[in-house]
């Protein structure tokens, strides 16, 4: 008896091993789980030509075969036809190009195909059919100011309209490109673009596109009329004296700590170099999302009762023991009137950054919108947060002598297309009245 129930005992442990090697040999050949498919970008135009990537998924089985096809006029053409020689591939990706000219299709609608095919015994399969029109003519812009006068250093403005929706758009000066945006003008789609201008800007030697591309992929380029005006800056030599260096570089040591051990002057080099260009890179980035409509309004507030300390794009030469040890270009106007004088903000805006900025110590920057910026370099206090709503003249802050400031004063910036440009320009209502109001 015991034996026949060892007997019995094995039997039933045997079965059930083969029940489970039976379970999870062929469990992924009887699934009824349908493969997956998924566009890497919503897909509704089709240009002259187009890439998309799709992904086929399957958990179970795996894909064994997938395929791709236009169909147009009830007419289709195989664009993709892959069988996967191995079972268990579980992700598949394909690159999927659209060649419009090539495939002899026309302007109108027509259908994306895409079809996926499990390994389960019951070849599991997915088809998604995508409506698209075949679009391969390009936008046509109509700029609306004909003449457009912009001086070197200065902030140019375009606004224009397009023939059809268009996706992207914005300006390149030569190769650098400011995104445009999209706003309502008497209730017709103008995109606005604000962009710099490089204080070396001639006409032979800078070259300013329009840029357009609608949802099908198709893309416009056309120059934009206008006359660069030359403009004289300065260039100074200033004499680091001991005094300074004592001062200020033992605050910037203490920020970093790699500086430590380092004499004043390669502190002053360091800061100089480095930290300046990490300094750009960090206020390009926080520029880089702006609120999509204008938020100024009317002529940007100067520091009241303040003597220029320093002009947009002086040149500066550091001289230490007589020799040249460093440059740099400014980049703002500095402001100076009494010991930590009130700081409004120059127009109404946005507060998009509060907080120590490297060599332009407490600061503040605000977005005026469609990729409009000022920023307050040098305070010694500051009253507003990110995230607020300021208005024209309302305090931000006061004057100081943070980061890299020899004495207590104002840096004050505009910023345009993720560039500094000129704030003198943004003071004048003149200028504004005839090179953004009209």
Same mark, same amino acid.
């Given at each position: ?8 005992? &094995? ?20 699934? @009824? ?16 030509? &187009? ?8 958990? $179970?089985?795996?894909?064994? %075969? ?26 598949? @990706? ?18 994306? !195909? ?49 023939? !059809? ?8 000066? =030569? ?5 445009? #945006? /999209? ?17 070396? *800007? ?32 300065? %260039?100074? $030599? ?10 200020? +570089? ?11 051990? &380092? ?8 800061? =100089?170099?480095? +930290? ?6 960090? @206020? ?9 409509? *204008? ?34 270009? #400014?980049?703002?106007?500095?402001? *100076?009137?009494?010991?930590?004088? /009130? ?24 977005? #005026? ?28 802050? =006061? ?11 104002? #840096? ?17 209502? %003149? ?6 109001? !009209?």
């Amino acid at each position: 008896m015991k034996r026949f129930n060892l007997l019995y005992i &094995k039997i039933s442990v045997a079965i059930l091993v083969v029940a489970a090697l039976c379970w999870f040999y062929l469990g992924s050949y009887v699934e @009824i789980e349908k493969p997956l498919i998924k566009f890497d970008q919503e897909i509704t135009a089709v240009g002259r030509q &187009k890439t998309i990537g799709i992904t086929f998924s399957d958990s $179970k089985s795996g894909i064994s %075969h997938l395929t791709a096809e236009i169909i147009q006029d009830n007419k289709g053409q195989i664009l993709a036809d892959k069988r996967i020689s191995s079972r268990g591939e579980k992700q598949e @990706i394909l690159s999927l190009t659209i060649n419009t000219t090539e495939l002899k299709l026309h302007n109108g609608p027509a259908i994306i !195909k895409i079809t996926a095919t499990d390994y389960s015994l019951f070849k599991n399969q997915t088809i998604l059919y995508q409506a698209v029109k075949i679009d391969t003519i390009p936008p046509q812009i109509n700029i609306l100011k004909t003449v457009n006068y912009i001086n070197q250093g200065g902030t140019g403005f375009v606004a224009y309209q397009s023939s !059809k929706k268009i996706v992207y758009t914005g300006v390149y000066v =030569n190769d650098y490109f400011t995104p445009g #945006h /999209t706003t309502l003008l008497n209730n017709i789609a103008t995109s606005v673009t604000y962009f710099a201008i490089p204080i070396d *800007a001639t006409k032979t030697k800078t070259g300013i596109t329009i840029f357009a591309r609608d949802d099908a992929g198709n893309e416009t380029k056309i120059a934009f009329p206008c006359v660069i005006k030359e403009k004289k800056f300065r %260039h100074d $030599k200033m004499n680091l004296s001991e005094s300074f260096l004592q001062q200020k +570089m033992p605050e910037f040591q203490a920020m970093v700590p790699s500086l430590r051990g &380092k004499t004043l002057l390669e502190v002053f080099i360091y800061i =100089n170099s480095q +930290m300046r260009n990490e300094n750009f890179l960090t @206020i390009q980035n926080i520029c880089k999302k702006s609120a999509p409509k *204008a938020l100024w309004e009317g002529t940007f507030l100067r520091m009241s009762n303040a003597a220029p300390m320093a002009l947009f794009a002086d040149k500066r030469d550091y001289l230490y023991g007589g020799k040249v040890v460093g440059e740099s270009l #400014h980049t703002g106007v500095d402001l *100076a009137s009494t010991t930590q004088a /009130t700081i409004e903000a120059a127009n109404s805006g946005v507060v998009v950054f509060t907080g120590t900025l490297g060599i332009y110590g407490n600061a503040v920057i605000i977005d #005026h919108g469609l990729g409009l910026f000022s920023l307050y370099g040098h305070l010694s206090i500051i009253n507003t947060s990110v995230g607020k709503n300021v208005a024209k003249g309302e305090k931000i802050g =006061n004057s100081g002598t943070s980061g890299l400031a020899g004495g207590d004063h104002l #840096h004050f910036s505009i910023i345009a297309g993720g560039q500094f440009v000129n704030p003198q320009e943004w003071w004048d209502p %003149h200028w504004i009245k005839d090179n953004i109001n !009209k």
